[in-house]
């Protein structure tokens, strides 16, 4: 399993800070913003081999299941 943000908010919020600093902002001043939408992505070719029961609830809220 692997949880982590979704690049595409990564990318948008590293542009917003950009395009501040681009308009006089200074960088010290501006607040550090982490991105709010994560991925979770769960191998199941790889649980079975490991001997892992996912239960179906956590598959549900994946993103991606790998099979």
């Known amino acids: ?3 982590s943000y979704n ?3 990564a990318v ?3 542009a917003d800070v950009v395009n501040k600093i681009m308009r006089g902002a ?3 001043e501006i607040p550090i913003q982490q991105p709010t939408k994560l991925r979770l992505v769960i ?3 790889t649980a079975k ?3 892992l029961r996912i239960p179906e609830a956590l598959l549900v809220r994946a993103n991606q299941v790998i099979e």
């Open 1 to 3: 399993m692997s949880c």
């Open 7 to 9: 690049l595409d908010d």
């Open 26 to 28: 200074k960088a010290g």
């Open 49 to 51: 081999t490991l001997g």
């Open 12 to 14: 948008r919020l590293s």
């Open 43 to 45: 191998n199941l070719e």
